[in-house]
């Protein structure tokens, strides 16, 4: 069976970085749409970004735009998200998700991760 499993999430003062991992098994992983997303407290769950390998092709929210970077190494099956300049609205459970296409919508992602904590301290 699929199965995503993140890493890397932890404390991190603003302005600082952090680096997610997220390692895939179970599924073609160079067929599919990685993605990330993130549910704050009392919050909806919010699209972060997404990558497609066959396409080339990035997705990014408007508000992590400029400051965090999707990649993808499709030996090691694992997608990363290297965050920067982090402030402390990007305080959530990060997840990780796999699907078909670039999409925003959380329900267009097949499988997700169990997440990982960030916290941003102001």
């Known amino acids: 069976q699929v199965q995503l499993v993140e890493s890397g999430g932890g404390l991190v003062q603003a302005g600082g970085s952090l680096r997610l991992s997220c390692t895939a098994s179970g599924l073609t992983f160079s067929r599919s749409a990685m993605g990330w997303f993130r549910q704050a407290p009392g919050k909806e769950r919010e699209f972060v970004a997404v990558a497609m390998y066959l396409t080339g092709l990035t997705l990014y929210a408007e508000s992590v735009k400029g400051r965090f970077t999707i990649s993808r190494d499709n030996v090691k099956n694992t997608v990363y998200l290297q965050m920067n300049s982090l402030k402390p609205e990007d305080t959530a459970v990060y997840y990780c998700?796999?699907?078909?296409?670039?999409?925003?919508?959380?329900?267009?992602?097949?499988?997700w991760g169990q997440g990982t904590q960030v916290t941003v301290s102001s």
């Open positions: 998700a796999t699907g078909r296409a670039i999409r925003r919508g959380a329900d267009q992602y097949d499988y």
